[in-house]
C-alpha cells in the first residue's frame, strides 16, 4: 500500500476467459449430494427423527463449500483476476470451483455483503466497479470508523494489546518491501494488514470491527490493483510508528487523528493512480 495503501491471491485469466467472467460491457458437476446416514434410529425414534441430523450435516457440508469457494473468488476480485464490471457467470464459476449452483450462490452473495460484487435487475451479478469517486468515499468512511474504533481500543488498553501493536509494528517495518516482486508485495500487505488490525483489537464492539473489516477489504482491492509496479511509499514506516506510539501511550486524540490522516492521504494517494480504462 502507500500510506495505507492492500491483499489478495489466487490466478487466473485477466481478459476474464474462462474464469466465470465476461470482460465488462460483453454480456455475453456439482459435488455429490452427501450419502444418506448410515446411523440406527434409537428405541422410540421414527425415522423422520433422524432427518433434520442428515439436514444439518448437509447444510454444514453446503456452508464449508461456499465458505471455502467465497475465500478464493474473493482473492481472484482482490488480484484482479475478475476484472472490475466484468459479468459474473454462475455456470462457469461453479464449474471451475467444483461445487454445485447453491453453494456458488452463496458464496457470491457474500462477496456482494463485502461490496466487491454487485447484483442488477435484469443483469445478474458483476465485480464490482471501481472509481476515483468510490476510492475517496471509502477512504473517507474508512478513516472515519477505523479511527472511532481505536479510541474505543485505547479505552480498553492493555498490556496484551501494547504488544501486539509493537510487534505488529516491527513485523511490518522488518518485511521487505517490493512492488515488483509479486511474493514480497503480498507479503508486506499481509504485516501491512496485520499491523492495522492490531490498532483496533482492543475495541470490543463487533459491528464496529466488522464495518472496520469490510471497508479494510474494498481498500485492499484498490491497493491490490493500482500498487503493483509502483515504487512504495517513503513516508509509510514514519507514520505506522507514530500512530503506534501515541497508541501504546494512550494518547488518544493523537493516534486517532494520525490514523485518519493516514488512511485519507493513503486514499488520495491511490485516487491519483487510478486509470481512467480501470473505470470504463
Not at 495503501?5 to 454480456?27: L, Y
Not at 460484487?117 to 471501481?130: H, L, S
Request: hydrophobic fraction near 40%.
Amino acid at each position: 500500500m502507500v500510506g495505507d495503501t492492500g491483499n489478495g491471491q489466487g490466478s487466473g485469466p485477466r481478459d476474464g476467459s474462462g474464469s466465470g467472467v465476461t470482460p465488462a460491457g460483453k454480456d455475453t458437476p456439482a459435488t455429490s449430494a452427501s450419502p444418506p446416514s448410515s446411523a440406527p434410529v434409537q428405541k422410540g425414534a421414527s425415522p423422520q427423527s433422524a432427518t433434520p441430523r442428515r439436514g444439518a450435516r448437509a447444510r454444514a457440508g453446503k456452508a464449508t463449500r461456499a465458505s471455502r469457494v467465497a475465500s478464493e473468488l474473493r482473492d481472484l476480485i482482490l488480484r484482479g483476476d475478475l476484472p472490475p464490471g466484468s459479468k459474473v457467470h454462475l455456470d462457469q464459476l461453479r464449474e471451475r470451483f467444483g461445487v454445485s449452483l447453491s453453494p456458488m450462490r452463496e458464496a457470491v452473495s457474500r462477496l456482494v455483503a463485502d461490496g466487491i460484487v454487485v447484483f442488477e435487475d435484469q443483469r445478474g451479478y458483476r465485480i464490482a466497479p471501481v472509481s476515483r469517486e468510490n476510492l475517496m468515499e471509502i477512504s473517507q468512511v474508512r478513516a472515519d470508523v477505523e479511527s472511532l474504533a481505536l479510541r474505543y481500543a485505547i479505552a480498553a488498553a492493555d498490556l496484551d494489546w501494547e504488544s501486539e501493536i509493537l510487534a505488529a509494528l516491527h513485523r511490518v517495518n522488518r518485511t521487505p518491501r517490493d512492488n515488483d516482486d509479486p511474493d514480497r508485495f503480498e507479503a508486506w500487505e499481509q504485516a501491512h494488514s496485520d499491523f492495522h488490525q492490531a490498532l483496533i483489537s482492543g475495541c470490543a464492539l463487533p459491528t464496529l470491527l466488522r464495518f472496520c473489516a469490510t471497508l479494510h477489504l474494498q481498500t485492499d482491492r484498490y491497493r491490490r490493483l493500482l500498487l503493483p509496479g509502483t515504487a512504495p511509499d517513503l513516508d509509510v514506516a514514519q507514520e505506522h510508528a507514530a500512530i503506534a506510539e501515541a497508541a501504546v501511550a494512550r494518547d488518544t486524540d493523537r493516534a486517532a487523528a494520525l490514523l485518519h490522516d493516514h488512511i485519507q492521504r493513503t486514499g488520495t494517494m491511490l485516487a491519483a493512480r487510478i486509470d481512467p480504462d480501470l473505470t470504463d
